[in-house]
């Protein structure tokens, strides 16, 4: 059996972060969520994989390469042009033979729950009615969903799927739809199971990296690869990359990750939940807490970081501070999106500079490639390659 993983979008509502990369590459816990589920389907059985690709798709490419790092066979298939899950899926129907599970690149599932479907029937998990263990009908984005079921972005197909493609219409949102499909079989006669999930999580908007980055973190093995000085003080599990060096006076309150040749202290406070990439350098005065710091990312003095997420090479001036708490205590506002928390920094695409004493206010979006001069005051949303003084 193949597995088609769908990852040719950008994910433009993980703004500022996609400017540079494609969703499914954005890091938790140290490894790209696509990562995090190629690995779950290789440990439920299945060794042949279909990526499709489009959007920065040389990224996608160069990490995986043919997947022989992770034990698998990984193939390519280029979506030119985004129409839809069931235009991706009608490109691939000369290449898959028998039943073949699809699902969306930016999930994370178990390997328990996929050997369960892989071994079902055809089946798929949308907002649905559901009449005994079969589907009677699919709620594509309903405002007032009949059924507290969702659709999980995760199907197990059999061949007759392509027919259904083949007379799919247009969406509404001008794309081939694979749950437009999945409702022409079932109005067509054809049988479509479901199957509940006992894990799945799906990361649609930045601020959702960190709750999954802080669950994935719960099941983090302790070892330090890098070295530690004396007088540093580790607490719970932490790991710490090779070529990684922690001075002394370092407090590290797990669970923590901290990637390869990084330089941490002294002197600084690192607190749970908190992933940091490769080649970072956290330094002394420095607190940083829930968070998610990608490579090649400096944060050298004085710094607040708080519930944030920050892109590859940024650099944050002397001290800069992230604020994660309205004064008002209401919820935070980003991108004007309620993120419906009381807690969450700045999300920073990659490339952004902070002079010295910047403040960012809570829900900050910086665009890849801003610089924020010495003494701004920033809230709101900032565009890319912008410049505030």
Not at 305 to 323: E, F, P
């Amino acid at each position: 059996m193949k597995a088609v993983i769908l990852a040719a979008g950008e994910g433009s509502r993980m703004r500022p972060l996609t400017f540079t990369r494609p969703k499914v590459m954005l890091p938790i816990a140290g490894k790209p969520i696509l990562e995090h589920l190629l690995m779950e389907v290789s440990a439920a059985g299945i060794k042949e994989f279909v990526l499709v690709v489009g959007y920065r798709d040389e990224q996608v490419r160069s990490y995986f390469a043919d997947g022989a790092k992770w034990g698998v066979k990984i193939s390519y298939c280029q979506q030119t042009r985004q129409l839809g899950t069931a235009h991706a899926l009608k490109q691939l129907e000369n290449q898959l033979e028998g039943n073949f599970l699809v699902m969306n690149g930016d999930i994370l599932a178990e390997s328990a729950d996929i050997s369960a479907l892989a071994a079902g029937s055809e089946t798929t998990l949308s907002v649905l009615e559901t009449d005994g263990d079969r589907v009677r009908c699919i709620h594509e984005k309903s405002a007032n969903p009949p059924t507290n079921l969702a659709n999980a972005g995760l199907y197990l197909f059999t061949p007759r799927i392509f027919k259904a493609i083949s007379d799919t219409p247009l969406s509404p949102r001008g794309e081939y739809e694979i749950t437009s499909s999945i409702q022409l079989l079932i109005d067509n006669g054809t049988e479509v199971g479901y199957r509940r999930l006992v894990y799945w999580q799906d990361v649609s908007y930045p601020w959702d990296l960190l709750d999954v980055n802080a669950s994935m973190l719960k099941n983090l093995a302790p070892c330090v690869y890098g070295t530690v000085e004396e007088n540093v003080v580790i607490k719970g599990t932490v790991e710490i990359g090779e070529g990684s060096l922690v001075r002394s006076g370092a407090y590290i309150e797990g669970p923590v990750l901290i990637g390869k040749n990084c330089d941490i202290g002294p002197n600084c406070y690192i607190r749970p939940s908190t992933s940091i990439g490769d080649n970072c350098r956290v330094g002394a005065s420095v607190e940083i807490k829930n968070s998610i710091i990608m490579d090649n990312t400096k944060i050298p003095h004085l710094n607040y970081v708080g519930d944030s997420v920050i892109g590859q090479n940024c650099n944050l001036g002397a001290g800069t501070k992230l604020a994660n708490l309205r004064f008002d205590g209401a919820d935070i506002i980003a991108g004007g999106v309620n993120t419906r928390r009381r807690k969450l920094g700045a999300v920073l695409g990659d490339g952004v500079e902070t002079g010295i004493n910047v403040s960012l206010n809570p829900g900050v979006l910086i665009g890849s490639g801003s610089r924020i001069g010495p003494g701004a005051v920033v809230s709101g949303l900032v565009e890319p390659n912008s410049y505030i003084g």
